[in-house]
């Protein structure tokens, strides 16, 4: 099975995303992470050095190289399936409130290319968060802790895989 993890950023796919895999045994891509090593490029850098239109081709070149894999957890960059069609698997959305969001990425410090101020992230939030619901077959409030999002996670597989 494969499963995409979706969401805005700082919803915490990247951290649930290694904690579920190393609970299935399953590999974990980290999407944004694979497209920066790739390029020897922060994704910030990649942004401002080529433009957003490269980075989405980029990251649908990286999801047509995903297609044959199995068994794995992928953490997908936030716009990556606002832009993109993602392959087979199981889509889950970490749904999180924007005021829990906006203290995380403040906490967090790492440079994002879309995160200028918190009226453009709120706006930003408002236009992706419900196509997040739409394109996801699952949601999960990641409000919580990530050990209890991974919790939940697994208590859904268990019941698919009835």
């Keep these: 099975m494969k499963l995409w993890l979706?969401?805005?950023?700082?919803?915490?796919?990247s951290t649930i995303g290694g904690l579920l895999a190393s609970k299935l045994g399953y590999s974990f891509i980290d999407t944004d992470?694979?497209?920066?090593?790739?390029?020897?490029?922060?994704?910030?850098?990649?942004?401002?050095?080529?433009?957003?239109p490269h980075f989405r081709t980029l990251e649908a070149q990286l999801i047509a190289r995903l297609r044959a894999k199995s068994s794995c957890v992928i953490a997908t960059g936030g716009g990556m399936p606002i832009y993109n069609k993602l392959g087979e698997g199981l889509v889950c959305y970490l749904c999180v409130d924007f005021e829990?969001?906006?203290?995380?990425?403040?906490?967090?410090?790492?440079?994002r290319p879309l995160f200028k101020d918190k009226t453009t992230l709120y706006q930003l939030y408002t236009e992706r968060t419900p196509?997040?619901?739409h394109l996801a077959q699952h949601t999960f409030s990641a409000n919580q802790t990530p050990p209890q999002v991974v919790?939940?996670?697994?208590?859904?597989?268990?019941?698919v895989e009835l």
């Design 6 to 13: 979706i969401g805005f950023m700082g919803s915490g796919k």
């Design 100 to 111: 829990v969001l906006y203290m995380r990425l403040l906490q967090d410090g790492t440079p």
């Design 33 to 52: 992470l694979i497209i920066s090593q790739e390029c020897g490029l922060s994704v910030e850098k990649i942004f401002a050095r080529y433009g957003a």
């Design 131 to 133: 196509i997040y619901a």
């Design 151 to 159: 919790a939940e996670i697994l208590a859904l597989l268990r019941q």
